[in-house]
T-cell receptor, first 116, second 114 residues
Framework: GAVVSQHPSRVICKSGTSVKIECRSL??????MFWYRQFPKQSLMLMAT?????????EQGVEKDKFLINHASLTLSTLTVTSAHPEDSSFYIC????????????FGPGTRLTVL | AQSVTQPDIHITVSEGASLELRCNYS??????LFWYVQSPGQGLQLLLK??????LVQGIKGFEAEFKRSQSSFNLRKPSVHWSDAAEYFC????????????FGAGTRLFVKA
């Protein structure tokens, strides 16, 4: 199956700093990527849909200025958590899928963000 | 609104015993249904999916699921559980909400005892 990578796998940062997470589709082109947030022992919450070459579509309640998403190429989407605070600590997972989310999505291994 | 319900937060089964994980969905149109598995600290892996056709779907690792439209259910089954099956299982539905999105259930944690 298709492979999606995320970098870094873990990051620890100080409160107030910004953190960038990369999501790459390694062996296919992804016009659409998705960013999820997962709290401990909870399900995945869709944060935004990232479309190559256009602005991301954010879910209700997700701050656009807080979570900046850029999908500059067909193989790379980035999520930047700006001015991070401890409540932003979470597991962030990206996925890339076919047919705008209808078909199977291929998930990255996730990034554990800890904000001190 | 579209939703996915997994009524069991966690389930414990003995190794070698059969398994059934429940999933109910709420969606007006024909659903696209998925089961994913997540090991601790890992991303999700697709076990199986249902789009149309035969309502009994075979997946990887010996899993199967049956789509029952009348019950709005898509339960996951395995005849004999292995210790390596211990993980978190998510049922999901792809819904058209102004663009298709995947909506996940809350997950069921499977524990396997020797």
């Amino acid at each position: 199956g298709a492979v999606v990578s995320q970098h870094p796998s873990r990051v620890i940062c100080k409160s107030g700093t910004s953190v960038k997470i990369e999501c790459r589709s390694l062996d296919f082109q992804a016009t659409t990527m998705f960013w999820y947030r997962q709290f401990p022992k909870q399900s995945l919450m869709l944060m935004a849909t990232s479309n190559e070459g256009s602005k991301a579509t954010y879910e209700q309640g997700v701050e656009k200025d807080k979570f900046l998403i850029n999908h500059a190429s067909l193989t790379l989407s980035t999520l930047t958590v700006t001015s991070a605070h401890p409540e932003d600590s979470s597991f962030y997972i990206c996925s890339a899928g076919g047919l705008a989310g209808v078909d199977e999505q291929f998930f990255g291994p996730g990034t554990r963000l800890t904000v001190l | 609104a579209q939703s996915v319900t997994q009524p069991d937060i966690h389930i414990t089964v003995s190794e070698g015993a059969s398994l059934e994980l429940r999933c109910n969905y709420s969606y007006g149109a024909t659903p696209y249904l998925f089961w994913y598995v997540q090991s601790p600290g890992q991303g999700l892996q697709l076990l199986l999916k249902y789009f149309s056709g035969d309502t009994l779907v075979q997946g990887i690792k010996g899993f199967e699921a049956e789509f029952k439209r009348s019950q709005s259910s898509f339960n996951l089954r395995k005849p004999s559980v292995h210790w390596s099956d211990a993980a978190e299982y998510f049922c999901a539905v792809a819904a058209n909400t102004g663009g298709f999105k995947t909506i996940f259930g809350a997950g069921t944690r499977l524990f396997v005892k020797a």
